[in-house]
């Protein structure tokens, strides 16, 4: 059974996306690290002891690999949504067993599993292809090697992720895609005519907060 991991904030800049994060549920990530060979870097805040968000932004230290950023920051219409400010752009989900369900998906799926590192942790990803991913509403999976991963890590920042929620036209595909992934019950699924995806956050003193994509 897969669960949620953390949400994807992505920003052009890190500063950019942490001034964005304080804004909206007053409370700022702490340094995250660099994502060697993968061309970015992040800032993490921790959401309880089993969830956290993560704002990721290219780094200009690294350059781009060949394979492309994570969560499209390479794509022109991603570059361009940034432009205007941070965005949700995405989510994580855990699973413990990672290449099982790759496998079963097949790469043009689920994408390709990757090795990541950033400081002491490491893990395995498999990030759903473009067109594969409706518009990031299907989370790219993670296994962590410790078994654990980056949430009991990190500081608390008494800001809590209430309920992810999946807007879409075609709601049985999203469904559909999230069940084959452990995920039915995961994610509350809406029919929309345009696709987002919808975090309700509740902010360290108790008032609520909504963070959406697009």
Not at 150 to 168: I, M, N, T, Y
């Amino acid at each position: 059974m897969a669960e949620i991991d953390h949400i994807v904030i992505g920003a052009r800049t890190l500063e950019e996306g942490a001034a964005w994060v304080e804004a909206h549920l007053g409370a700022r990530p702490q340094p995250g690290g660099r994502h060697e060979g993968i061309g970015t870097h992040n800032l993490v805040m921790g959401l309880g002891p089993d969830c956290y968000l993560e704002v990721i932004a290219a780094d200009p230290d690294q350059p781009a690999p060949p394979q492309g950023r994570p969560f499209d920051l390479d794509d022109p219409a991603v570059a361009l949504m940034l432009e205007a400010g941070p965005n949700l752009i995405g989510w994580v989900a855990r699973t413990p067993a990672l290449e099982a369900v790759a496998a079963r998906l097949g790469p043009a799926v689920a994408g390709e599993v990757r090795a990541w590192k950033r400081g002491t942790l490491s893990w395995r990803m498999a990030m759903p292809p473009q067109r594969q991913d409706m518009r990031n509403l299907i989370p790219s999976l993670i296994q962590w090697d410790d078994g654990q991963g980056a949430a009991p890590r990190l500081a608390d920042s008494g800001c809590r992720l209430v309920a992810l929620e999946a807007e879409h036209p075609d709601v049985d595909s999203v469904r559909q895609a999230l069940s084959v992934r452990g995920l039915a019950e995961a994610v509350a699924v809406r029919r929309s005519p345009h696709p987002r995806l919808v975090a309700r956050m509740r902010r360290a003193d108790g008032t609520d907060a909504t963070l959406a994509s697009g």
